[in-house]
């Protein structure tokens, strides 16, 4: 069973849809920008999440905007590893609660580390629900929420590393009716090559933090924004990105 209205990806007119990066980071290459940006530009780990996150809601709200949503289309669930994707998914929710969206959050593996432990105390203190376990059945999934947040594992990170709660999370995912959101690279993907068409993740939207990384070129999906202008503009041009220009005051940019 199914939602009887089905949540449409909206295509509002500063939305472009889907090409190819312009430019895009080698997983060697995102690495070595993060590293920048945390010891020469002396960033916080925690900023950057929080950074990440806040746009990465910002996103969800140009995808689909709130006054186009039926009160269940407004539910979000938010699947957040244990990686720092998952801390930035998880700040993600409370910007999504923050903009009277109505998350909650499922953990398949909750580590321990102050970052995530933090966060996850800010949602709950936010009225956020955490889900005990992540319904087998997709049918429930498709009908209890509007759409799903995949924060579940970053580049370079593969299921067999995360572990087995975080890979069933994905098959589940995979086979889903809702839209999805992938935050930075689909979960599973590699991030050079991207995902095999016929046993990954397949999202509507993809929000590239920073800056694409390569697999994103290999990304079908309807919408692409680019969440990176936190990036100083001296760090843009030493690793050569070309993106778009962030209009007014947005954090994130239509690829």
């Not at 590393?161 to 992938?182: D, F, H, N, Q, W």
């Amino acid at each position: 069973m199914h939602l009887s209205c089905p949540l449409q990806v909206s295509s509002p007119a500063c939305v472009s849809e889907c090409v190819s990066p312009p430019f895009s980071l080698s997983l060697a290459e995102a690495a070595a920008l993060e590293r920048e940006l945390l010891e020469e530009y002396c960033f916080g780990r925690q900023q950057l999440v929080e950074l990440c996150g806040y746009a990465s809601a910002v996103a969800v709200t140009k995808a689909f905007p709130l006054p186009s949503l039926s009160r269940k289309q407004r539910t979000v669930l938010v699947v957040c590893g244990p990686e720092q994707n998952g801390a930035v998914g998880l700040a993600c929710a409370r910007h999504l609660r923050v903009f009277e969206y109505q998350p909650s959050v499922f953990s398949p593996a909750r580590p321990a580390d102050p970052l995530h432990r933090d966060l996850t105390t800010q949602c709950e203190k936010m009225d956020i629900p955490f889900l005990s376990f992540l319904p087998a059945e997709v049918r429930l999934i498709d009908d209890a929420y509007g759409l799903v947040v995949d924060a579940v594992l970053g580049p370079g990170v593969r299921p067999a590393e995360a572990g087995g709660p975080c890979a069933r999370a994905l098959t589940t995912m995979k086979r889903l009716s809702i839209p999805l959101v992938s935050l930075d690279v689909p979960s599973g993907w590699d991030a050079q090559a991207g995902g095999d068409v016929e046993d990954a993740l397949q999202p509507d939207v993809l929000v590239s933090l920073a800056a694409p990384k390569s697999c994103a070129r290999r990304f079908s999906g309807r919408h692409h924004f680019v969440a990176g202008r936190f990036v100083p503009d001296e760090v843009r041009r030493k690793f050569a990105l070309r993106l778009p220009e962030y209009s007014g005051t947005d954090c994130v940019a239509a690829l």
